[in-house]
């Protein structure tokens, strides 16, 4: 997750420009030139048509909207002006006053609802400071937060549209500059505690089936300052907290870790899956968390996507999943739509493996280039990627279906089925016994891995 | 650590060179030209004399010797010919005839401790398959390898010299390529199992403190042929079944793993630091298992050497260190000689604060440069690491004295040691009270982390 | 271009194995379970057919193959035992007897033209060392490597089979370990200059279109002992003396250059097609030298495949394409099989619109993993590359054609087809004259670069 | 170069909060707790002194000052807020109102002196928009401009204070988003043409030596919809009128281009050194441009710092030196003081073989840590860096007069000082003439490279 939060602020054309005052146009048309997305199939050439994501089909037993349960961030479609460490926002945001103010966040919401039913997703996510700004006092903060959640409600009763899960910002404001939970200062951890509490009450109303924590601050710049496991022991107890208050208040949805290794930070303790899984062993939590997954981080982690999603459904703790891309040859989180079909294949064949998502979803934490600024930009974006995943999903199906690789994998570990192997999987075997079997067969000779042969198979399902 | 057995077959000078026939010189001197490594001081500018490492010297409390416990590698002193993937080996060898005979793998014996001796280093490190070669049978290799222990023993009582960790190579013979106990193969299983069973019976004959898995090949080529859930319980029953036959035989010594993401592999179980402890909890091994933290592994997961590190003792898991660094701008283990002052200090400063190393060490795990061919290179580049830790253990330890690092974190975490921050310490705090807390109190404030003012300081040190 | 020729020396299957004695086969079927490969089109489940790849099928106005120009690299087909640093050579060559002498080098030559016509490739490359071996004076080296190149040339003229470019190995032998033409030694240029006299000759003889120079070692392994100046002179005056001895026994062939950033060498000269055009321009050998480009090369280089196309075909300097992959995660060469169907179609889109090859090709300069060590993953990896190029080509032709990229690109720089826009062009306007110009008009509003739309009208064509 | 301009926008402390309105301090004394920074000696630990940069101190021929010609930057040091993407400013700013007005922009001028003035460093670097805001309209942005630039005049006048080398921000903009001259839209070259008169004409008038370019928006986010050749021949169309506009107006300054391969683009055309020298080659440039050469810039680009000055300053083109340090293990431009002393030992042996700067300086284009946001960090950060130069510029003339290095680099080429050697460097030697030579040679035997030997002897001199 990825809140570019200060971005909003300004938009280029939010200074007295002609365009950026015509926002009071018809409320129920922020977006007047774009239709409701519908699909028209394949051969369609309407760039605002799906031509693959068909919600309603039935593919492998399910509808696909059952199956994707697309979320979209309300930080990259409301809140994310554009802007870069080299320049400001270029988005161009009529609605938006930009201005930090109470009025400005409730007229914000019915914007978000629009473009949600027009690009026919059904959940969002978003953190508290997306929706409300901060106030002078943190009463107040927390005032403007509910009144902004009431309207949200209001709005998903109107909809039907429901919250995928919240989270809190705790990265953004200065205060957090040394870390939320593992701040050096413990008012800071105090305020972040707070912030939670906040949030969770919210998610719990908003009637979201998860909570997300993102540490972006929680790590370090250095070690130089820094004592890593005191800050650590920090987290844990931050994290027991939430989970205590959920339990308190009835709140039974499914917290989630999201693992990347830097940015902010130059290193956040929940680097990668298996630095989360590991993290959430020692301190006695993982029957609590699941993880939050997302391409782009996993490849700044030097994983693949895959490997991510693997490691956390061998742990049972794969929870919902952050969908978009990076580009391997850059080394920050660029957020990019994922239509790469090789990536969403890959996605959605672990997926349909695991039985598909309980309480998670495909949420789009992906934000269009700061050179696509207009606000039809935001619907092609998001098509492209519900496109590129609706055909990762058929995809996937046709190669379950087919058998063929689960079949050469089932093949290549057979050898453990019976035998030597069967004990070794049992327990029974012991290096002894091993190496006096090992001296009594002849040398073993491998079997091609066929890695190309299954390359080439893949590409015929494409 | 990183054994280029291959590289060692051919020298370009082995093939009927003369130099090559040359080695029947007077068997007690195989480096005819180097002199045994003695201190002279910083003034000195003779190459072939420490300039910092004192053995003897007393440092916080203990002599450097006893603080650094340098071992040497048997693979790169002995069989590393400098190939690389484009290249032939390059080392000038003449000791060596070429042959995988146990003739020529006796042969190497006394030199490899003759270099001890010369370059004043008491401990070593090394490979089944590296003082011993592949047989025509199983049976036969475990017989060649059991005479040159015979031979290693006799030359240890002999000079004094100790063995500071044994392992099996169980990446380089072709029958590894799909995994050594994450084999497809169960037969393959079985051979490493023998293996392991007859390097861990080695080591404890040699009187080895430890015993390490590096697993080059325990992990994927591609995840489109792996079941990497049913590799990673085998590698868990492997690791369960060795820690099983040491209590079998009363060997106590302790058990390594050493993390690096990928190379060979495209990705490796053991990863980093994170990984093997979430591995280690997982299986129910983490009360038998500490890490060896090589530097070039670090920084090709993504991390710093410190971080590794620290990761590691806070799990009360640092076991022994590779000692070496690898080149940031480039992607694979380049293996270098560890000669950067900063990185000496880093490590030391951790390994004083530690305490120092148990049953571990500092094992050169390093190569020189393929360019750096002739054999009294081997004496600049172990000399060179010498002085570099001689050094960063005199820094570490002034810093340590002096105090003022530390004093500067404890006080940066003090809010921690009373009031509300020891309430979230010792668990009394809740989301709620906290909530409480911070809407009573001033926005908190945060004090500048100072990280240019302390490198600043660090550099006073130098 | 990536001769492991260490790798091929020895099989694990070679040292006495039956498997390998059994090459006295019938020396028409070195592959005898493998039929010769046919399109059998995309309904086809063969794995031994083409999907895609339908050699007379006209595309945008010419055949496949010759849009295609497929060729095959000796080294990685021949050669390449799959050794890695890590390991021994896994490859099976029953053909081979794993001896570096001239019986076995021509026992060699039919094995490779019986792949290539059975893998239905048209073209292929060779070094020098891949094709026969060193003897134990330069010029028994020259002599068996004629004695190779006259059997090669009869069997060219047998097959119709055809070599797209010869080149030298200059980075193998240990006498390169500090440079060819960039060696400190003036001793080991002239030895390169020997071998690459010879190797033109041959190239020469066997009508090759083009000769590659690809400096493996002319570069440093560090600054700290190099020269580089006196190097990149040394470099430059070694490419006129080529030219010079092309121009005077007659060969009319295209020179080539191939960028890699490093390995094996910290850094090489070449480094990205940059790099090269600013060496070739500086030493006035611009016009007597076009690139090579890799994908893997460009990658490693922190390009893309395509960046690296465009710089070369704007300075009018593409001549051929080393086709593969690499794993952008990794940070080596690993020369995968160009299997993704978005990287083939970017690859053929420039082509096409450079009017195609005039003396390239498609070179698969491409291996296997070491996993798939059969023979005949030999051909499940090229029928891979062949397909995913098809493919390519078709989708390249089809969006060319469509025209929609084009005119959205063209619309985009429209402002500068006339006015002010006409007159930066034409070198009219002045800083001053736009600072007036820029003061008198309305603020400029650019319009969205619309990038997420046209990677969704990418997607409509796969 | 690296301008945050919105980062300064917004400091947390700065809306409403009680330091932030304390700025009607005396006006000569921003920075109230810091004394004139003075040498002190290597035995001082007062943090705010020099330890080594001692400015009067001749070293190698030349006083400290002379060789290394400071320079601060007004954008790190008055314009740089410590926002990230993911957070808001956190520096402490109490002199500035916060607000983009020319009232703020004047009264940050006094400060940015006394911080010179303080720190006791000569000269300074700016962009335009980073001393005076963006107006209603062109005209009026630029009449700030030049009243802001008037200010600066008097500044200079009274303190001594120099220019270092002028340049204006052609990124941070909107309007700048698809690129500056290499935009699509011609409207947007003409606005780029407009600025870059003024800052000439500015950098002019204060007396600056050089004036730089650093394109950060001239390059491309996607090759989909981007037509690199005609963007490129933009570049050379605006490179060429700043040089005929100087020329017209009398400026005979050295212009100076800055490479950094990417961020914020995807890819920025002056990617590396090679790069740019390929570009001014191709353009006909070269005789007008020098290169600034960025730490951070060339690792991003996967190069050594001292990669980056030698490919530089063989082609004559080394003009002037951006001084920080990046994070190898991070992707993106960290920009942090130098500190590490082998980094300043390196550029400087490189500046003293160069013979020193002409028109250029060590511009320290660094910026401290988010985490340290208080004024005095400014201070900590920058004395950090002229101490490590200080120390790199002691060791390096040391080095440089002991000529152990020197002359082992001389040695290692020597065979091209006569014979063979001297006849490929003079043009008399043939491919033929060098076959038939080497023919009648011994094989070349190499002599070690030393690299460990060498970088053992680096170490001594520290």
């Known amino acids: 997750m990825d809140s570019r939060k200060k971005n909003l602020l300004v938009s280029w054309l939010g200074r007295g420009n002609p365009a950026r005052q015509s926002h009071n146009l018809p409320m129920s048309e922020f977006f007047p030139n774009i239709p409701t997305i519908k699909y028209e199939g394949p051969l369609s050439d309407n760039p605002f048509a799906f031509h693959h994501y068909n919600p309603e089909e039935i593919v492998a037993g399910k509808s696909m909207k059952e199956h994707l349960r697309f979320g979209a961030a309300y930080w990259h479609c409301m809140r994310n002006g554009l802007g870069d460490p080299f320049g400001e926002g270029t988005a161009l945001m009529p609605w938006d006053s930009g201005e930090e103010t109470l009025d400005n966040a409730l007229n914000r ?22 929706i409300s700004p901060e106030g002078e006092t943190l009463a107040q903060t927390h005032e403007m937060f509910h009144k902004v959640v009431e309207k949200m409600e209001t709005f998903q009763n ?40 906040n949030a969770i009450d919210a998610t719990h109303r908003l009637g979201g089936p998860g909570y997300t924590f993102w540490g972006g601050r929680e790590g370090y710049g250095s ?92 742990a049972d703790a794969l929870g919902s999943i952050d969908a978009n891309r990076g580009d391997e040859l850059i080394g920050w989180d660029t957020d990019q739509f994922p239509t790469n079909i090789y990536g969403t294949t890959n996605v959605m064949l672990r997926l349909l493996k695991m039985g598909g998502f309980t309480t998670g979803g495909l949420n789009f934490d992906a934000k269009r280039r700061r050179e696509s600024h207009e606000p039809e930009d935001l619907f092609h974006a998001h098509i492209g990627g519900m496109d590129a995943f609706a055909r990762g999903l058929k995809i996937a199906a046709k190669i379950i279906e087919d058998g063929r690789f689960d079949e050469f994998v089932k093949t290549r570990y057979s050898s453990y089925d019976e035998g030597i192997g ?41």
Chains 1, 2, 3, 4 share one sequence.
């Not at 978000?112 to 997306?130: G, Q, T, V």
């Not at 953004?172 to 200062?185: D, E």
């Not at 130089?224 to 009835?250: C, P, Q, W």
């Open 109 to 130: 919401v019915p914007v978000f609802f629009e473009f949600l039913s027009k690009i026919d997703i059904d959940y969002y996510c978003f953190h508290d400071r997306d």
């Open 158 to 197: 109107q909809t039907g549209k429901k919250l995928l899960w919240g989270t809190a910002c705790l990265f953004g404001h200065p205060r957090y500059a040394h870390g939320a939970s593992t701040s050096p200062n413990a008012d800071v951890f105090a305020y972040s505690a707070s912030q939670v509490k």
């Open 422 to 462: 069967a004990d070794i999987e049992s327990g029974s075997a012991t290096l002894e016994s091993l190496d006096h079997y090992a001296q009594g067969i002849n040398p073993p000779q491998l079997s091609s891995g066929r890695q190309e042969r299954l390359e080439n198979l893949l590409n015929d399902y494409l």
């Open 223 to 314: 070690l130089i300052n820094t004592d890593m496991k005191r800050e650590v022991d920090h987290l844990a107890a931050f994290l027991h907290m939430a989970v205590d208050y959920a339990k308190s208040i009835g709140y039974t949805g499914q917290f989630y870790i999201e693992p990347k290794p830097r940015e902010p930070s130059t290193h956040q303790y929940d680097s990668d899956s298996a630095a989360c899984l590991n993290f959430l062993r020692e301190y006695g939590l993982l029957e609590h968390f699941k993880l939050n997954i997302e391409t782009n981080h996993a490849t700044l982690a030097g994983h693949t996507m895959e490997h991510e999603l693997e490691v956390a459904m061998n």
